[in-house]
């Protein structure tokens, strides 16, 4: 199944989840979330909140204001909800390892150009979508620890 992550999502979404390769170590897996994360707001702008003022009149950016699980799943599970996920209308952001591999993002984008989706090595993906249909995605998957 294709997924199309270069068009903007036009359906906010109810729920958002990052599902992370368990495998991953601590610093790799906060990378990933943190791209993943941001390639989500890129494509729900209107999620993000309204900003936030502390007590001395100092602002900042707003946050969005749903809950984000990060969790984590075997190799073969990512690839499993890639495809369901897709099927069922959700938005998907993938992260493959060619990510991690290389600072030069033009040798990032030939290096997944070259494989299938199949033989991509995901090292994490965010799924956004219906309440309902995310939550029976990701149902049997546990906190990313």
Request: aromatic share 4%.
């Amino acid at each position: 199944m294709s997924v199309s992550p270069a068009i903007i999502a036009t359906q906010l979404p109810e729920r958002i989840v990052i599902v992370l390769n368990q495998h991953l170590p601590a610093g790799k897996a906060a990378n990933a979330a943190a791209v993943l994360a941001m390639t989500l707001g890129q494509r729900h702008p209107d999620l993000i909140g309204e900003p936030l003022q502390d007590a001395d009149g100092q602002r900042y950016p707003g946050l969005i204001p749903l809950g984000i699980s990060v969790l984590s799943a075997a190799d073969e599970d990512l690839k499993l909800l890639l495809r369901q996920g897709a099927e069922r209308g959700c938005d998907i952001t993938i992260f493959p390892v060619d990510g991690q591999q290389t600072t030069n993002y033009a040798d990032f984008r030939q290096a997944v150009a070259t494989q299938s989706e199949q033989q991509l090595q995901l090292l994490g993906i965010a799924v956004a979508g219906e309440k309902k249909t995310v939550r029976k995605l990701v149902a049997s998957l546990k906190l990313f620890a």
